[in-house]
């Protein structure tokens, strides 16, 4: 009866059981080799690190006067050299040894061939190339950039960008800019490296406020924001009442940023603008013009102006307005007290919980527990506090407060008309 | 051997089965790799171009709200919150969300981060339990921790989410150690589609103490160097490395692993917050956002990226491992139970087309073609289908089979991020086969247990045991301390409370029960008087009553750990052994050097999980020419937490007559009581009944009263049917007991046993007395016990727990015993057993 499976089942258990065992040895085998390799090579590396810290970036190139370090490149393989330099990681003085290490092996030609276009996997060759041409400034590489910029596939134009930072030069400034208008790649990673241009991009960022494309003009305002001294302020005041709201939210937070004269008319303004996220930029816009106001009566009324917005209809805009009022510190209590009888709950409670986060509840107890008499309107923001607040804020309040002083919280809430209740 | 024709047309029909099955699974697995190698590698060339610094200096990289909900997390809340903190990342807030912790928790994090309470209104966007307190800290403007009642993790996170501010979230597990570039790699990610990336996950390793794991350097990083941590660690790198991130390639990546997984709010928003109704949260959002975009036909992605970003806690013990990954299986088959529809469909892409198929075929019912290859290549082997040495093969070509993925994930893992040291890589490179003997047998019984607690319904977050720190932190070891220190109401009623102890111990239960009372009275939360009071009303057999109580005293002192033996032992009594010993592994956390904690613990552990093997050996002789009788038995327990099951194996001599008898045997759990359940039979049939089949059913009742009411059926040549009955009640540690036997059919007869039992503190161990009269024997087991036409009997018996691990049973009796065949004969018996607990 014995086999009774259609094929011999002993030989072929025989076989998978060599080739399992074999592909185990021979994978495990590989990854140790591997990272022997890697280790030997990772140390040399770090000698070639070290040669190269020790010269002068100023002087000869440091192949031509190092033998030793000009056999350790040549022993790698193209492959690992490319990945070495598009490793965005590495020093920025050996990614430019081993990028002109790779043009001197390989030539300009066939470095600017790969650089120029892909298809399928070689487009880790085309981003290595064009890092190589970036590093040392390669003749065209800026035409190369911006083909790599448009091009569909992401992780070129990603490469692109970085590349182009790298340059930081007023023409890839330009090609950035460029991208950023056609959204050729990720606007905001575009916008995280023009960001971090060392060189000033005011002047080519400006002509994009009165650009027709709503995100130009968003992005252009926001970019902006990194230069105070700005010529060009009235330019972006001017795009307060811009159609395109996402504008209007960066107006708010740019002019506020440089500290412009118009920022507060402009956030004072944007408090009643139909959009949210507009009122909620107004309100930090606001609260952060506020903190460098020196006149505490402006301050004040800034206060006064985002606090009935305790009670808007959105969240974030109620959440702005708590926060912001808070950035304000205790001195703007009865702008914030005001609120406490509003209408809305939501202005009644937020209220409430401002006045706990600016202080003025802990302040108030503390007073009365130490026998300081506050005087009756300062007494009735507190009853009034607590009646929002409810049990919640009272039980936080005498759990941030000195044990000490509980018989004097207790007796305060019973002159406050909280019958009953108890503090532990 | 030769097999019956049944048999051998099930078992190849069983063999081809398996070789199907073993086929697809490897050519899957194959796929699979060949995918995640071009998947790792586009990743790793990815990060290599990312400007990581640019972005973490930029004021546009998307801010994110961390969510990290913590339950009895004590030991290693603190290193899990500062590593949050401690992310680099340019616009973050950290939420860690309380829920309803009863150990340190929560304490702990007050002291550490300084926070204050404070009222503050959210918005109620998800349903959550009821928040109790938000702390704000002094020391860290961007750390909120919001205390809640407890609601499991799926609702502590819609808590944190209605707290958070940002449009992504970052949802972790707050036993989880995280690496400070964690959330920049993963945002990197997302930053580069934004519109399209709905979720990231991580790989995260485990570790025994992932608050040390982190600080390795780089390229130096060591394994656990503890044989079970450094398999759970190889599997989670080969479920990640290996087949996640394939499955990410091919756009059906089926899990965002709840320890570090990030989301856009607005889709979590869109989905109704995660689910409280599945056992896990993570892989039924993942099922819900697949599902949802596909069958509206939006564009998406949800991703899984293969750098280590954090290390996990992992279990130590193998009891605590099965617990763990019996949830993972349970939430795996509820998941893909629920989203059945979309499987093999064209429309849900490649989620039902290969993610869906996997997880049904390779995941939820894996362990059953497991067992049944298991089964049937024993089978195959025994029977000659499959010669021993082809068995041999096939054993081989598993071992190392199985270790390819394992080999290829540590390969790409080191390709990647070169993090480990050489000794680390070759120790996990050499546990890849070890795999297939060690881990994999531990792993396919918790897959069955998970798929029997899915089968019915279960839905417990069997959180396992805190690992015990070798050399804990010193803070950690004080706060302990701390916490088990008695309170300052415990030193003002001491002398009532100890007069109270004493007058319970000498049975004034009444007077006792009084006095606590009244010191309850003055003091509601007297720990001291609670727990007194518990142990009064187990002792006075109001169980429910005690429960109660030390449930209060619990609440009121959750750092007490005599409150928690209390309340533990309370459990027991009342056939609870899973909630006590839940309860009781807390108190094992707090203080693991009290031996009566330990004791508990194991006990607890062993009789909710554990086994048990028993070797017996019984003599019965006779004074006048009859020939002894000799007993050998092997038994093999097995309990569950709702129950156990004991196989049983006897052998006989006599009369020159050999028999053998096997017996399986379950006692399943049925309110506070039990019912055993037999089945027996024996191929000779020459001293033992052919066949036999008993039921009985046990009660617990108030008054410390519990009775059973049964009936056995022997099938000897002449059936044999035993109705049976017991009564008894204990007084204190001891049970008095009388059982009542009826026998009819083959035999006729009645007899009474009266018995006294003295159970010790543990409840396990025994010592007993016994007499026994009637007009048959009274325990009718072989055929020779039939001939008896009267007897008395004299014995006792005891068992004694050594170690919490050896089992020694000891039975002797005398009696005088009348057959048909003879006069009376005077008749001694002895049974020695000895067992292991495992």
């Not at chain 1, 002047?203 to 494309?213: G, K, M, Q, S, V």
């Not at chain 2, 006989?652 to 759990?669: K, M, Q, S, V, W």
């Amino acid at each position: 009866m014995v086999p009774r499976f259609p094929v011999d089942v002993e030989s072929a258990l025989s076989v998978a059981f060599q080739a399992a065992l074999a592909l185990w040895l021979g994978l495990s085998f590989y990854v140790v080799a591997n990272r022997v390799v890697y280790n030997r090579r990772a140390k040399r590396l770090n000698e070639v690190a070290r040669q190269i810290a020790n010269q002068s970036r100023d002087s000869t190139f440091p192949l031509q006067r190092s033998p030793a370090l000009d056999r350790v490149l040549a022993r790698l393989p193209r492959r690992v050299l490319y990945q070495l330099v598009a490793d965005v990681s590495a020093p920025p003085q050996l990614t430019d040894v081993f990028a002109a290490y790779a043009l001197e092996r390989w030539g300009l030609p066939r470095t600017l061939r790969d650089a120029s276009a892909h298809r399928g996997r070689g487009k880790w060759r085309r981003i290595s190339a064009l890092f190589a041409l970036g590093y040392v400034r390669a003749p065209g590489i800026h035409d190369l950039l911006e083909r790599a910029l448009f091009d569909a596939d992401d992780e070129v134009a990603s490469a692109a960008v970085v590349i182009l930072h790298r340059l930081e030069d007023r023409r890839a400034a330009e090609i950035l800019i460029a991208g950023l208008r056609a959204r050729a790649y990720q606007p905001s990673r575009i916008a995280t490296q023009l960001d971090q241009f060392a060189i000033p991009i005011d002047a080519l960022l400006r002509p994009l406020l009165a650009d027709p494309l709503p995100h130009a003009r968003y992005w252009a305002v926001s970019l902006l924001a990194k230069y105070p001294d700005a010529s060009f302020a009235a330019d972006i005041a001017a795009l307060a009442n811009d159609p395109d709201a996402a504008v209007r939210k960066a107006v708010q937070a740019t002019l506020a940023a440089i500290n412009d004269a118009a920022a507060a008319p402009v956030a004072l303004r944007g408090l009643d603008d139909p959009v949210p996220y507009v009122r909620s930029t107004a309100i930090r816009s606001l609260a952060k013009v506020a903190a460098v106001e020196p006149d505490s009566r402006m301050r004040r009324e800034y206060a006064g102006r985002i606090a009935p917005l305790l009670a808007d209809r959105a969240w974030d805009v109620r959440f702005a307005a708590k926060e912001s009022l808070v950035a304000f510190g205790p001195s703007i209590w009865r702008e914030v007290s005001a609120q406490l009888d509003a209408p809305d709950k939501f202005a009644r409670n937020g209220a409430a919980e401002v006045l706990q986060n600016i202080g003025l509840l802990d302040q108030l107890i503390d007073d009365v527990g130490h026998g300081r008499e506050p005087s009756a309107d300062v007494l009735s923001v507190l009853e009034r506090s607590f009646r929002e607040g409810g049990a919640g804020m009272i039980d936080a309040a005498a759990a941030r407060s000195n044990p000490a002083l509980f018989p004097s919280i207790e007796n305060l809430l019973t002159r406050l008309r909280f019958v009953g209740v108890r503090v532990s | 051997m030769a097999a019956p024709q049944g048999v051998e047309a099930v078992a190849y029909v069983a063999v081809l089965v398996t070789a199907v099955y073993t086929a697809l699974l490897a050519a899957y697995v194959l796929l699979m790799l060949g995918v995640s190698l071009w998947e790792n590698r586009f990743r790793r060339r990815q990060r290599d171009t990312e400007d990581y610094d640019a972005l973490l200096g930029s004021r546009y990289t998307i801010p994110v709200s961390v969510i990290a909900p913590v339950f009895n997390e004590q030991v290693v809340v603190i290193p899990a919150v500062r590593s949050l903190l401690r992310l680099s990342y340019p616009q973050l807030e950290v939420i860690v969300v309380d829920d309803g912790s009863t150990d340190g928790t929560l304490d702990m994090l007050i002291a550490e981060f300084k926070l204050e309470p404070r009222q503050v209104f959210f918005r109620d966007y998800l349903a959550a339990k009821p928040v109790r307190t938000v702390y704000r800290s002094e020391s860290e403007p961007g750390l909120i921790v919001v205390s809640k009642d407890n609601g499991g993790k799926a609702d502590a996170l819609n808590c944190g989410i209605n707290f958070a501010r940002y449009r992504y979230l970052c949802c972790v597990d707050g036993d989880t150690v995280f690496a400070p570039d964690a959330l920049l790699t993963a945002m990197s990610v997302i930053a580069k589609d934004p519109g399209r990336i709905l979720g990231t996950a991580s790989l995260f390793g485990v570790s025994l103490a992932p608050e040390t794991a982190l600080l390795s350097t780089p390229h130096a990083a060591k394994t656990n160097e503890h044989l079970l941590a450094d398999f759970q660690h190889l599997d989670l790198m080969r479920s990640f490395v290996a087949y996640r991130a394939a499955w990410s390639r091919l756009e059906c990546m089926l899990c965002v692993s709840g320890g570090f997984g990030v989301w856009r709010r607005d889709v979590i928003m869109e989905m109704g917050g995660f689910s409280p109704s599945f056992t896990c949260e993570d892989i039924e959002m993942t099922f819900r956002i697949h599902e949802k975009f596909l069958r509206e036909k939006r564009p998406y992605r949800i991703l899984s990226l293969p750098g280590m970003v954090a290390q996990t806690e992992g279990p130590k013990s193998i009891r605590s491992l099965i617990s763990q990954r019996a949830r993972w299986q349970r939430v795996t088959m509820e998941t893909i139970w629920h989203y059945r529809r979309m499987l093999g469909r064209r429309r849900y892409r490649s989620v039902g087309l290969v993610g869906m198929p996997y997880y049904l075929l390779f995941e939820s019912l894996a362990p059953l073609f497991q067992i049944l290859s298991l089964v049937t290549l024993i089978v195959a082997a025994v029977f000659g289908f499959l010669g021993w040495k082809a068995y041999l093969m096939f054993l081989g070509v598993m071992i190392f089979g199985t270790a390819i993925p394992t080999t290829v994930a540590v390969m790409l893992n080191d390709a990647g991020f070169r993090g480990y040291s050489m000794a680390a890589l070759i120790r996990m490179l050499a546990l890849g086969p070890l795999d297939f003997l060690l881990y994999r047998p531990i792993i396919l019984y918790a897959g069955l247990r998970g798929f029997w607690e899915f089968l019915r319904k279960q839905k417990g977050w069997n959180k396992f045991e805190r690992n015990v720190r070798e050399g804990a932190p010193v803070a950690t070891l004080l706060l302990v301390m701390l916490l088990a220190v008695p309170s300052a109401a415990r030193a003002q009623a001491p002398d009532a409370v100890a007069e109270a102890r004493d007058l319970a111990r000498a049975g004034r239960r009444d007077q006792s029960r009084e006095i606590l009372e009244s010191v309850l009275a003055q003091q509601p939360h007297n720990v001291d008087a609670l727990v007194a009071l518990v142990y009064v009303e187990l002792w006075s057999g109001h169980a429910h009553r005690a429960e109660r109580l030390a449930e209060e005293a619990v609440v009121a002192n959750p750092g007490n750990v005599d409150a928690l033996v209390a309340h533990a032992t309370a459990q027991r009594r009342l056939n609870r052994r899973p909630s006590a010993l839940a309860t009781i592994e807390r108190g094992a956390m707090l203080a693991p050097e009290r031996p009566d904690v330990s004791r508990l613990h194991r006990l607890l552990a062993q009789e909710v999980h554990g086994s048990e093997v028993t070797a017996t050996g019984s003599y019965e002789s006779w004074n006048d020419q009859r020939d002894p009788l000799r007993q050998i038995q092997l038994a093999a327990r097995q309990n569950i937490p709702n129950g156990a099951g004991i196989v049983r194996v006897s052998h006989a001599t006599r009369f020159g007559l050999r028999d053998n008898n096997i017996e399986i045997e379950a006692y399943p759990r049925i309110g506070s009581g039990y019912a055993a359940l037999s089945l027996g039979y024996s191929p000779g049939a020459k001293l033992y009944a052919r066949s036999g089949v008993a039921t009985e059913l046990f009660g617990a009742f108030r008054g410390n009263v519990e009775g059973s009411i049964g009936y056995r059926r022997l099938n000897f040549a002449d059936a044999v049917n035993v109705f049976t009955g017991s009564a008894g009640v204990y007084d204190r540690d001891v049970l008095y007991s009388v059982r009542v036997n009826d026998v009819s059919g083959g035999a006729e007869g009645r007899s009474l046993v009266a018995g006294a039992r003295r159970y010790f503190a543990d409840g396990v161990q025994f010592a007993g007395v016994h007499v026994g009269a009637g007009s048959i024997r009274e325990d009718v087991r072989t055929q020779a016990d039939l001939a008896s036409i009267s007897s008395r009997t004299v014995g006792g018996d005891a068992m004694l727990l050594v170690n919490m691990r050896w089992v020694v049973t000891l039975r002797a009796e005398a009696g005088r015993v009348r057959t048909r065949a003879g006069g009376p004969a005077i008749q001694m018996s002895t049974t020695v057993g000895l067992g292991i607990r495992l």
